[in-house]
């Protein structure tokens, strides 16, 4: 699956065909707000661990089940030589099939069934932890996107003013120490360049092995605008009901009361009924049998076991639901304080951009190079700041909602 978008192109030169070339590869078009849901339903159908985990899940409820039917019935032939021979030999025959009364039974299949939601809130987790995974994945592969973009375009302006100091030097009007200035920082921008589509690559080749090793692109270049709730309290009082880890626990309370109402149940006797026979030389015997099995020893302690359990779960709730409160709560903070960062660092780059006064003074020779390359270099890091902040927002405010994925 590819997802990319178009980018405008103007007439360029060879050395700047090449430095685009190198940075961002484009095949189609697709918006940002758009983009990472197609991913993530893509990985959801071809991710191999959501696959096994399916599976998995079609499995576990298919062994909830087993229980569910009647005890194999009891088949029983006997051949008895008499003696003396004069007797003749004595046949039995016996058939006999033994069954639970109603209530366990109807308990069996509410314990069954119970188990049967467990087993999908377990695969609906895994579900979530590898879609959260993809998504910040696709976020990390946005930034680097945005910053091949900025250095493609810092590449290119050091290519042009090391091109002007090469002609100032042939003309006689520049020295080498400008030039060497020029070089040192065209081949900062390259190296850079290199090394975020490095990162790039890294990341790409991680989606695309979450995505069961089918090839994916992204190369969307900016964030969707995402803002966190104001009030936290109200806001959490919605996730807490879409958290599948805290369902799972709460399905555990259910599932461990209805196996105490079975453990408890199951004290009861079980009944058998059947056919038996005996023949003999000359008359035989045939007729209804019925037996009752009362469990004294089997069932010792389960009910004691089952209502451990029960307690052990409702304290592993109580426990998941204060520390899914907690890690929220605090990642709540610090998405709001990121969020922040963001605002002032985007604020300051665009009110505060000195790269186009920086070239115009560095063209009429107000300023030395070495002046402008330090000057330029502030812009740069503040725009660098700028969007590392702003995927660190992102990939918060991501984590913070994984629970609606």
């Avoid at 998504?135 to 900025?150: F, G, Q, S, T």
Wanted: aromatic residues 6%; hydrophobic residues 40%; charged residues 25%.
């Amino acid at each position: 699956m590819t997802i990319t978008c178009r980018q405008q192109k103007d007439d360029m030169d060879m050395k700047r065909l090449f430095i685009m070339i190198m940075a961002v590869t484009t095949v189609t078009t697709i918006h940002a707000q758009s983009a990472i849901a197609d991913i993530l339903a893509a990985i959801e159908q071809n991710n191999a661990t959501l696959k096994a985990g399916e599976e998995s899940m079609k499995a576990q409820k298919a062994g909830n089940h087993t229980d569910m039917t009647l005890p194999d019935p009891e088949i029983g032939f006997g051949y008895l030589w008499g003696g003396p021979g004069a007797i003749g030999t004595r046949k039995d025959v016996s058939i006999s099939q033994t069954f639970d009364i109603a209530t366990i039974s109807g308990l069996k299949s509410k314990v069954a069934d119970r188990k049967d939601l467990l087993a999908e809130w377990q695969y609906k987790t895994e579900r979530m932890n590898i879609l959260l995974e993809a998504k910040l994945c696709c976020l990390d592969i946005i930034y680097y996107n945005a910053m091949v973009r900025e250095l493609a375009v810092r590449a290119e302006r050091a290519g042009e003013i090391a091109a002007a100091r090469k002609k100032s030097l042939d003309n006689g009007n520049g020295n080498m120490l400008d030039y060497n200035s020029a070089l040192l920082d065209l081949a900062a921008a390259n190296a850079e360049l290199t090394r975020i589509n490095a990162g790039r690559e890294v990341a790409v080749k991680q989606l695309t092995r979450l995505n069961g090793g089918k090839s994916i692109t992204l190369s969307e270049c900016e964030f969707e605008l995402v803002d966190i709730p104001k009030d936290f309290n109200q806001w959490y009082a919605s996730a807490e009901t879409k958290s599948p880890a805290l369902a799972y626990v709460r399905q555990e309370i259910e599932v461990g009361k209805k196996e105490l109402a079975l453990n408890k149940a199951m004290r009861l006797p079980s009944f058998s009924l059947g056919y038996q026979g005996e023949f003999v030389k000359g008359e035989h015997y045939q007729g209804v049998t019925v037996g009752i099995s009362v469990p004294l020893w089997s069932n010792k302690n389960k009910v004691r076991q089952a209502k451990a359990a029960v307690r052990a779960s409702e304290a592993k709730a109580t426990d998941a639901k204060q520390q899914l409160y907690d890690n929220l709560e605090a990642l709540f903070l610090r998405t709001a304080g990121l969020k922040k960062t963001a605002e002032e660092y985007r604020s300051a780059v665009k009110k505060a951009d000195n790269s186009a006064l920086l070239k115009k003074a560095l063209d009429a020779g107000q300023i030395s190079i070495q002046e402008y390359l330090a000057g330029i270099g502030l812009c740069y890091d503040a725009t660098d700041r700028a969007l590392e902040a702003e995927r660190d927002y992102q990939k918060s405010y991501a984590e913070l909602h994984a629970v609606e994925l």
